[in-house]
Structure formats: C-alpha cells, structure tokens
C-alpha cells in the first residue's frame, strides 16, 4: 500500500496550491479519502473528505469556499485545490484512506496514510 503526496510548496498569502495524492497497493474506490494538516505545536485536524465516489465530501470550517477535495478513481488520485491560501494554512499536510464511511473526521480511524507534503504560505 502506498501513498503518496505530492505539490506542496511555498507560497505567498492569497496565492493558491494543488496537492495531489497517488494511491497504490489497495481497491481505491473501496475507501473514502482524506486530507489532514498538522502544523506546529497543533494536532493533526481534517481539512477535507470525500467519499468513495466522490458523491459526498466534508470540509473544516476554517478551508471552507476556499479549498475543493476531488478524486478520480480511474487514475486511482485525490487532490486538494488550495486557494486564498492564508498563514493559518501552513502545515504539512497528508492524504489518508478511510475503510469506514464513519468518523471520518477522526484520524486514528484512517488506514492507510501518506508521508506528508509541506505547505508554507508567508505573510
């Protein structure tokens, strides 16, 4: 099984960043997908789901009409199109695959998890 999260970068406040996350290694229209974030000093939180097909996704208060999860289950990817970026926003950021259509906010109910991506806006 493999992750693997890549776009990060630095970027100045209000620009804009797409992570993008290739997964391998296991059924990927089996599992909701997730982007998580953890900056410094914080615990890791979730930024956004989408489910299995695409048809429901989630986001955190804090990204919400900024950022916009998607998935193509014929390339086997999910990203995460970052605009208006703020400070706020710096942390490395992870994708993770979630067998459960339940809790998906809870990270230690994911499966399968990325190595991260660092996103640095600077003010």
């Known amino acids: 099984v493999q992750l693997q999260a890549f776009g990060g970068g630095l970027v100045q406040t209000g620009g804009s960043l797409r992570l993008s996350c290739a997964a391998s290694g296991f059924i990927f229209t089996a599992y909701g997908m997730g982007w998580f974030r953890q900056a410094p000093g914080k615990e890791r939180e979730l930024v956004a789901h989408?489910?299995?097909?695409?048809?429901?996704?989630n986001y955190a208060d804090s990204v919400k009409g900024r950022f916009t999860i998607a998935r193509d289950n014929a390339k086997n990817t999910v990203s995460l199109q970052m605009n208006s970026l703020k400070a706020e926003d710096t942390a490395v950021y992870y994708c993770?695959?979630?067998?459960?259509?339940?809790?998906?906010?809870?990270?230690?109910?994911?499966?399968?998890w990325g190595q991260g991506t660092q996103v640095t806006v600077s003010s």
């Open positions: 989408i489910s299995r097909y695409g048809g429901y996704t």
């Open positions: 993770a695959a979630i067998s459960r259509s339940s809790g998906v906010t809870i990270d230690r109910l994911y499966d399968y």
